[in-house]
């Protein structure tokens, strides 16, 4: 069971299990960031969409595995438009390394998501990035990670599921919040949900929309519900990634 008394998909326990065994830095990180605020106001300005393209390359609800060189994705995704790169560092389950994040933030110039699963302080110590993802379900002491990870430098991205998890993302200070259309209990995907979460938000907060979004439609849908940025990982990956990131940054 998760914090929430949930019962865990089998996976999600399995990475969570890992999660807890994993060693996080030696030596306390402390980054200049390149902040999304600034990205996302770009990408407006230049009549794109604000979107934070993944290099994922597998996952548990993925097929197969990507094995290209995640700099050269980055950069084709960053010429398709992608406002910011979301890179994953989980390795047991999605492929995933703190040099794969440090050869793509070295690659381009917009921000770099860092995106695992971090249950505690010295695992933000791992590797440097512009964002780190916080996921609220899994994070015990969500004040004091939170804090930890500004006191770095890192602009975190607290990212939640449900009214409980937003209420306590916003109640800890975050400016910068990320609605997971996926149940990360059950792996399922219901774009309804940053539908419903969204009117609930402060006025002041970044809202990214995440997971489930594969078409120009998703977009449009998760934009109109006050998505002021998308995260999208799998519809991009998926073939060529400059036209993908393109055709979904692109203002219809």
Same mark, same amino acid.
């Given at each position: ?31 200049? $960031?390149?902040? *999304?605020?600034?990205?996302?106001? +770009? !990408? =407006?300005?230049? @009549?794109?969409? %604000? ?22 994705l980055a950069r084709a995704m960053v010429d ?58 899994? $994070?015990?002491? *969500?004040?004091?990670?939170?804090? +930890? !990870? =500004?006191?770095? @430098?890192?602009? %975190? ?5 449900t009214r409980k998890e937003l209420d306590r ?63 999208i990982g799998s519809a991009i990956m998926d ?5 993908? $990131?393109?055709? *979904?940054?692109?203002?219809?």
């Amino acid at each position: 069971m998760d914090a929430n008394g949930e019962d865990l998909n089998p996976e999600v326990r399995s990475i969570l299990a890992a999660a807890r065994d994993r060693p996080g830095g030696t030596e306390r990180v402390s980054v200049d $960031v390149r902040p *999304l605020s600034v990205a996302i106001d +770009a !990408a =407006e300005a230049d @009549g794109r969409i %604000p979107v934070i393209a993944e290099v994922k390359p597998t996952s548990p609800t993925t097929e197969g595995r990507c094995d290209d060189d995640p700099a050269d994705l980055a950069r084709a995704m960053v010429d398709g438009g992608a406002m910011a790169i979301s890179v994953l560092t989980e390795p047991d389950h999605f492929g995933g390394s703190a040099d794969a994040l440090t050869r793509v933030r070295e690659a381009v110039d917009v921000p770099v998501l860092r995106k695992d699963f971090i249950l505690r302080e010295s695992q933000l110590d791992l590797v440097a990035s512009d964002l780190i993802l916080l996921i609220a379900r899994f $994070v015990d002491d *969500l004040d004091g990670l939170l804090s +930890a !990870a =500004e006191n770095r @430098g890192f602009q %975190p991205l607290v990212e939640v599921h449900t009214r409980k998890e937003l209420d306590r993302a916003v109640a800890a200070g975050a400016d910068l919040i990320g609605v997971n259309n996926r149940d990360l209990a059950r792996l399922e995907v219901d774009l309804d949900t940053f539908e419903s979460l969204a009117p609930a938000a402060p006025d002041d907060v970044t809202l990214i929309a995440e997971s489930g979004i594969g078409s120009i439609d998703d977009v449009e849908r998760m934009r109109s519900a006050g998505a002021d940025a998308l995260l999208i990982g799998s519809a991009i990956m998926d073939g060529d990634v400059t036209a993908n $990131v393109r055709r *979904l940054t692109t203002q219809q």
